[in-house]
């Protein structure tokens, strides 16, 4: 069965302590593996698209990698603001469809 | 750009109403979809539509339907409601291209008393 699983369920962090999150999946055809953000009360914010083994994508603080079994969310010198739920989901099979298996996210505080 | 709009943002309804929820998408987005986000199960997809016409759906019972208008407008409805309903429903829209992001609303809160 295809699944998304996201390590640890829950993070706390010291300002400026660098981390990384997990995302390992058990998806067959993975044709992408998406990252999220999500705060609490809204909706998840997109972060990063993944496609292959050996990409990476950084933003700010966050830098994204891929291998065959695993993503890997890397935060260095996390801020507050850094503090939400961080979220997995992997694209498999065919066509344009935009069916996502999440996984059940990474709660993430970052203390000052 | 105005990004995705859901409403309304909150709902309370007893068990066995129906309920209706509306997305609005991103303008240009053709596909839109719908997750249910529960504190244990985390996000799970409803179904997807494109062009009018159900692409996808997801394991959940026949109480659980949507529709697009020709607008890219999208309706969710749930009737016969019951407690385990109870959830954040997102919705998300895409430009339809395979692995375009989803981008998401800020969902709508309903509880089922």
């Known amino acids: 069965e295809d699944q998304v699983t996201q390590s640890p369920e829950a993070l706390r962090l010291q300002e400026g302590e660098s981390s990384s999150l997990n995302c390992s999946y058990t998806v067959s055809g993975l044709r992408g593996l998406f990252w999220y953000r999500q705060d609490p009360g809204k909706g998840p914010e997109f972060l990063f698209t993944?496609?292959?083994a050996g990409e990476e994508k950084e933003k700010e603080r966050l830098k994204a990698t891929l291998t065959k079994k695993e993503s890997f969310l890397h935060i260095t010198a996390p801020k507050p603001e850094d503090s939400a739920t961080y979220l997995c989901?992997?694209?498999?099979?065919?066509?344009?469809?935009?069916?996502?298996?999440f996984g059940t996210g990474t709660l993430l505080a970052v203390q000052p | 750009k105005a990004g995705v709009t859901q409403t309304p943002r909150y709902l309370i309804k007893t068990r066995g109403q129906q309920v209706t929820l509306s997305c609005s998408p991103i303008s240009g987005h053709r596909s839109v979809s719908w997750y249910q986000q529960t504190p244990g199960q985390g996000l799970q997809f409803l179904f997807e539509y494109f062009s009018e016409t159900q692409r996808n759906k997801g394991n959940f019972p026949g109480r659980f339907s949507g529709r697009q208008f020709s607008n890219s407008r999208s309706e969710m409805n749930v009737s016969t409601l019951e407690l385990g309903d109870s959830a954040l429903y997102l919705c998300?829209?895409?430009?339809?291209?395979?692995?375009?992001?989803?981008?998401f609303g800020n969902g709508t809160r309903l509880t089922v008393t």
């Open positions: 998300a829209s895409s430009l339809a291209r395979e692995n375009s992001p989803l981008h």
């Open positions: 993944l496609y292959s």
């Open positions: 989901a992997a694209f498999h099979g065919g066509g344009a469809t935009n069916k996502l298996i």
